[in-house]
């Protein structure tokens, strides 16, 4: 947690260009997803508590205008964090599109807030 997930034309990466994606989107989504917790303790996001998943669609399944990728992160909506979530997705959004050679397309966003302990664990007896 949390969990990035960006949707990208099939082929636009090579293997190295993903790995650069997930080094470069773990960095910034921590960074503008750290926030303060309800009890007012600032819950510090590391780059590699960052889920990363590329999902590569096929050219025939792409009808996207003038959108070059689509981008999904998942957090708990914490008060703090939603405050200001769209400049914080915005942050997350330029940089995801500066590593993408997606030329002048641009890059949709949207935040899937998560309830508190979703990403609880099982616990067996």
């Not at 090579?14 to 926030?35: F, G, N």
């Not at 917790?37 to 996207?64: A, F, R, S, Y």
């Not at 205008?65 to 400049?87: C, K, P, Q, S, Y």
Request: proline share 6%; charged share 30%.
């Amino acid at each position: 947690m949390p969990d990035y997930k960006v949707w990208i034309p099939a082929d636009l990466l090579s293997v190295i260009q993903k790995e650069e994606l997930k080094a470069a989107v773990r960095y910034i989504t921590a960074a503008e997803m750290t926030c303060k917790k309800p009890d007012g303790e600032v819950m510090i996001i590391e780059p590699e508590m960052v889920d990363v998943t590329i999902v590569e669609v096929p050219q025939e399944n792409l009808d996207w205008g003038d959108t070059g990728a689509l981008l999904e992160v998942g957090a708990f909506d914490f008060e703090d964090r939603m405050r200001n979530i769209d400049e914080r997705m915005k942050a997350i959004a330029i940089e995801t599109r500066r590593v993408l050679p997606i030329g002048d397309k641009h890059v949709s966003w949207t935040f899937d807030p998560q309830p508190l302990n979703c990403w609880g664990s099982t616990k067996v007896a």
